[in-house]
């Protein structure tokens, strides 16, 4: 079973979504589901992932709280920028180089959606060769200051978990 379908559950699950999406649950749609199912985890059993060992599973709730909060907080600051196109003239846009010392392929992951799902945030680009980050921020004020947000506020939180 394992040759034919490494991952069974999601094999179930993309037979699932695929009836949902075609809303039928005929012959055919079952055939065809079951094929890409089998075709998608046969993709995917190709892929080498990375092995990881988690460490400090105790950080990982204070971690979502903290990024839902940022987000919502975010969320606001951004709708207020948009909302009052007067008070928007004065704030500038900018990117921001941040050094990280995270390593781990898992962690720069993480550290990419929490910095890409907060609004008026997108990680732009990773240079590998000397750990650094391109940020691009929508209302720059202070570099320094995002510098120390993401390294106190994720990066530290993230090395202690994947690192």
């Keep these: 079973m ?3 379908l ?3 559950a999601i094999g179930l ?3 699932l979504l695929w009836l949902l ?3 039928s649950t005929s ?6 589901g079951t094929a890409l199912a089998c075709a998608g985890c046969g993709a995917l059993a190709l892929v080498r992932f990375p092995r990881t060992r988690l460490r400090r599973l105790a950080s990982v709730p204070g971690l979502l709280r903290d990024v839902v909060v940022e987000v919502f907080r975010s969320n606001n600051a951004v709708a207020r920028i948009i909302l009052r196109p007067s008070r ?3 704030r500038r846009s900018g990117f921001v180089r941040i050094p990280l010392d995270m390593r781990s392929p898992h962690g720069l992951a993480a550290l990419t959606c929490i910095l890409t799902a907060t609004p008026g945030t997108v990680w732009v680009d990773y240079d590998s060769s000397d750990g650094t980050m391109l940020l691009h921020v929508l209302d ?3 570099e320094d200051a995002w510098v120390r947000i993401v390294k106190d506020r994720w990066e530290r939180r993230l ?4 690192e």
């Design 27 to 32: 012959v055919a749609a079952v055939l065809l």
């Design 88 to 90: 928007a003239q004065a």
């Design 21 to 23: 999406l075609t809303e």
């Design 140 to 142: 720059l004020i202070d």
């Design 13 to 15: 699950t993309l037979i």
């Design 159 to 162: 090395m202690d978990i994947f």
């Design 6 to 8: 490494p991952y069974p």
């Design 2 to 4: 394992k040759r034919w």
